[in-house]
C-alpha cells in the first residue's frame, strides 16, 4: 500500500478534519475514499444490472403530444 504526503491550507485542512469527523473516518481513511471516488471510472455493479431493465424514453414527439397549443406571443 502506497503513502503520500499532502500540504493543504490550514482552511482546507480544518473542512477535511469536519467532513472525516462527520463521516466517522480518520482523516487518512476519509482522503483515501475521496481519491477512489475521483478516480474509480467504473460503474458500480447495481448500476450496470439496471441497464436495459426499462423501456426506451419516449422521444420529444411523444412527450410533446399532449400539451396544447402556446399562446400568441406580443411583439417586441
Do not use: C
Not at 473542512?15 to 477512489?36: D, F, G, P, T
Request: aromatic share 6%; net charge negative.
Amino acid at each position: 500500500m502506497g503513502q503520500v504526503t499532502i500540504y493543504l491550507e490550514d482552511e482546507i485542512e480544518n473542512k477535511m478534519v469536519e467532513a472525516a469527523q462527520s463521516a466517522h473516518l480518520s482523516k487518512s481513511k476519509w482522503i483515501a475514499q475521496v481519491i477512489k471516488e475521483k478516480v474509480d471510472s467504473q460503474w458500480p455493479l447495481s448500476v450496470q444490472e439496471a441497464a436495459g431493465s426499462w423501456n426506451d424514453f419516449p422521444s420529444a414527439e411523444e412527450l410533446r403530444e399532449n400539451i396544447g397549443k402556446d399562446t400568441k406571443r406580443e411583439t417586441l
